[in-house]
């Protein structure tokens, strides 16, 4: 391998995304955010931002390219305009009047560098329905921004994408654990001590497990981590099952 799963790199190795398998484990190539990710075995998020606004131009049916805005329609700070920043994310186009026989998901190969007026994008599978200047939701790579915390989104308000097995330095590129068996920082109560205690969540920020028994849904953010695997007659630091990518 170019890079070890327990190493981290500045420059890039692998595309960002890149999937493997080593035994029950599964990992996806990420690259830290301007924040990085410095505790070990947590869950991190995806700080990116989608960006939402109306198409300069028309979509065409049959057609592998689309041009979007650079800048979002109701938030301004939310802008991509780097080549290949939306490399493998995905676009979501609107039916014109809100027609939900037009509606379109896409996957994305790459995209030119903005032009100071919009994004030029290159899509995997052709567009299904010609549309005037169709509303459009972009979003990058969901490995792209990978962060424990980020400046401009609570921590409680970001997706769970990968679990670092290393601190890991921002803007440097690593290996994601997305499913397999792991351990992390229970919350309070030992997962699995009580009949039934078998489903763990993320509690965000913080990227720790926490039972459902604990939820206080008034306040904190929950995501499904996956569920415990050993036999839990004995209480102790339980490994469970990841669930996030297979």
Known sequence: MLQ?????????????????????????????????????????????????????????????????????????????TAKDIYKDGHIWIM???????????????????????????????????????PWITAYPNIYSNVVMDYPNIPTGKMGIVSVPLIPVTANYHFWGLTWGPMWTTAFDATPGALDGDRQVYFKLPGGIIILTREFDLTAVCYQLAGFILPNTEHTGDMCFMLQIAP
């Open 95 to 133: 039916g014109a009047a809100g027609d939900p026989t037009k509606h379109e998901m896409h996957r994305i190969k790459r995209n030119d560098a903005g032009n100071g007026s919009y994004v030029r994008l290159y899509l995997f599978e052709p567009i299904q329905n010609s549309q005037t200047t």
């Open 4 to 80: 070890e799963i327990m190493e981290q790199k500045e420059d890039q190795l692998y595309p960002i995304g890149f999937r493997i398998a080593k035994g029950d484990w599964t990992l996806h190539y990420c690259k830290a955010g301007a924040v990085g990710c410095d505790i070990p075995n947590r869950g991190a998020g995806n700080g990116n931002h989608q960006l939402e606004g109306t198409c300069p131009g028309n979509a065409v049916a049959g057609a592998y390219t689309l041009d979007i805005p650079e800048d979002c329609a109701d938030f301004p700070a939310v802008s991509y």
